[in-house]
Nanobody, 129 residues
Framework: EVELVESGGGLVQPGGSLRLSCAASGFTGEDYAMGWYRQAPGKDREGVSCIFHRSGRLYYGDSVKGRFTISRDNANNTLYLQMNSLKPEDTAMYYC??????????????????????WGKGTLVTISS
């Protein structure tokens, strides 16, 4: 069973930075694409960024391009999201997700994963002065 645990959320002033982490377990030697989503109050869940397991190909949603950087450490099964130049509109619950890579499980160029999602419980990011 895949388990994902996010950490690193908090309160940051506009223009500040934050780094989220997601510790994964249960991949059992298979390749999983991973990604970050966010959901602001009253809004739909939005794909932020995703990354393939071996190739490291990665993609971003338009709203975070140039400000956020996704990375992963496969040796330690950890996913990261470095967030810079944060804005109040970045305030949201941030979720880590993973999909087993296959014809139907992949990271799309919109920054969203496709396939059967495994989800973490989320970490709250608040951008406010």
């Amino acid at each position: 069973e895949v388990e994902l645990v996010e950490s690193g959320g908090g309160l940051v002033q506009p223009g500040g930075s934050l780094r989220l982490s997601c510790a994964a377990s249960g991949f059992t030697g298979e390749d999983y694409a991973m990604g970050w989503y966010r959901q602001a109050p009253g809004k739909d869940r939005e794909g932020v960024s995703c990354i393939f397991h071996r190739s490291g190909r990665l993609y971003y949603g338009d709203s975070v391009k140039g400000r956020f950087t996704i990375s992963r450490d496969n040796a330690n099964n950890t996913l990261y999201l470095q967030m810079n130049s944060l804005k109040p509109e970045d305030t949201a619950m941030y979720y880590c997700a993973a999909v087993k890579e296959s014809r139907y499980g992949y990271c799309s160029d919109s920054g969203k994963l496709y396939g059967m999602h495994n989800w973490g419980k989320g970490t709250l990011v608040t951008i406010s002065s």
